[in-house]
Every structure is written in structure tokens, then in C-alpha cells.
């Protein structure tokens, strides 16, 4: 214990540095908990250091306290907005234009599949679609090839 409390400001200043390391490599942000928490324990750190606040427990902890609401109060809504501006657009790749013959008959259920890149993809479409018939891919999912007549 006396470890920590003779070298407050840098155990402070550690603390926060990997609350912030967790938050954003490990969590990608997703709680802004130990973002507001890390700031506030790396800026008590060095305050301390800089002797503008006391070098104690309590002191630390009043200012911990107060320094993250502070952060979450100002802080939430501009975070919350850039998290929740999500781009939606779909992603193109080598295979949205994939064209092919149908070997085998082709409806919502998924039976049928295809072989591409090594891989047995299921077909699914939303109209049946007879074996001979030649279709592209218009949507791909894991595993599934969405396809529509040409």
C-alpha cells in the first residue's frame, strides 16, 4: 500500500492509460464508461504531479469522482452521436458481379449451391428460379449467395 500511495500521480496516470487502452482496443469504444474513467484518473495523475491537487487518497478520489461526471456530462451526446453515424451503405466486392449457369433449381429455401473460390456457397432467391436458368449474385451473406435472373 505504501508502494501506491508514494507514487500516487504515476499509479493514477498508469491506471488511466490502460482504462483507455481497454476501452478502445479491447471494447472499439462501445462503453464510454472507461473512457470517461481513464481521462479522469490520467488528468487527477497530473494534477498531482504538478502539485495543483493534494497528493492523497481521498483527494483522488473526490477528484476522480467529480472529473468523470464532469467528462460524462459534456462529453455523451457528442460521442453518443458519432458512435450511433453508422454508414450503411452495402459493400462491393469481386463477387456482386458474379454471373453464372444454375445447376440445380434455385427458391427462398436455400438448398441448391454453388462452388466459388473454393467455397460451397447456399443460393437463395426470392423468386424460384429452374435449374439451366443464368443468374448473377445481387446480395451476398455469410455463407449465402443471393441470386436473380439476367
Known sequence: MDLITNNLPEVL???GIAALIIEVAVLGMSTFILLFLGMSLFATGLMMNFS???NSLTTAL???TLVTAALAALLWKPLKRMQDNVDTKEVKSDFAELDFILN???DEQGL???SYSGISWKLKSHQPISAGTHVKVV?????VMWVETL
Open 112 to 114: 441448391s449451391t454453388h
Open 13 to 15: 496516470m498508469i491506471l
Open 104 to 106: 440445380s433449381h434455385v
Open 62 to 64: 473526490w477528484s476522480n
Open 139 to 143: 446480395k451476398k451473406e455469410v455463407g
Open 52 to 54: 495543483i491537487l493534494d
